[in-house]
């Protein structure tokens, strides 16, 4: 059985960094490599957004609110994907969720738990 696991987050001053992490445990490594992952976050009474993607390919691609800042990279052989976090503001302050979703349909799609991102003096 597979189960997506978060952490990372925390409490940062402005301009700090965080590294989120996402594990995904139990899963075959051939079939991680062919999922698409994804980072979102949701601020208190926002809608959850889109914020970073790390295709199969190995290509990626970012928010507008969050490009320049935060990096996404994915290492397969841990089956684990990675948002590094830098000069992190106020504004960025959310519960982040990673996302495992796939092409093809028959691959179920996994969140993590979420993680509470804070950033604050």
């Known amino acids: 059985q597979v189960q997506i696991v978060e952490s990372g987050g925390g409490l940062v001053q402005p301009g700090g960094s965080l590294r989120l992490s996402c594990a995904a445990r139990?899963?075959?490594?051939?079939?991680?490599?062919?999922?698409?992952t994804d980072w979102y976050r949701q601020a208190p009474g926002k809608e959850r957004e889109l914020i970073a993607r790390?295709?199969?390919?190995?290509?990626?691609n970012y928010g507008d609110s969050v490009k320049g800042r935060f990096s996404i990279s994915r290492d397969n052989g841990k089956k684990t994907v990675y948002l590094q976090m830098n000069s992190l503001k106020p504004e960025d302050t959310a519960v982040y969720y990673c996302?495992?979703?796939?092409?093809?349909?028959?691959?179920?799609?996994?969140w993590g738990q979420g993680t509470q991102v804070t950033v604050s003096s």
């Open positions: 790390a295709a199969s390919s190995g290509s990626t």
């Open positions: 139990g899963m075959i490594l051939s079939t991680f490599r062919g999922y698409i």
């Open positions: 996302n495992f979703n796939h092409p093809f349909v028959q691959f179920p799609e996994y």
